[in-house]
């Protein structure tokens, strides 16, 4: 098991190409992806959304191995086959993720 200064690779694809982070054990994806400039949202939403509470989707992202959901929202977006929330992501293990860039506010639903 992974301790507190455990480090974990992120790859990021935001629509054109790959970035390989090292993120601490625990971090928040959403934060982490506004960190490196690899926003989740779209202009519309960059500054209408919810501040990471679980209650706008509009941080939605695509995993190749999507985390289980802890969050009722998010919960319901894996559920459902919609984007997962960033904001209830925590990272706890290496993840792929892809960044949204033709979503309008929340990204289409699709079967997983
Ligand atoms: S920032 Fe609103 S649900 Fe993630």
Redesign the pocket.
Known sequence: MADATSFHSVRVHDGEAWHTLDVQEGANL?RVLLRHDLS??TRWTETA????????????VRFDEPPVPTHW?DRLAARYGYPR????ITVDRPLTVYLLPDKNIWGGRVSE
């Open positions: 959403r989740p949202y959304n919810c501040g990471g509470r679980g209650l706008c989707a509009t941080c939605g929202h929330l960033s904001c209830q």
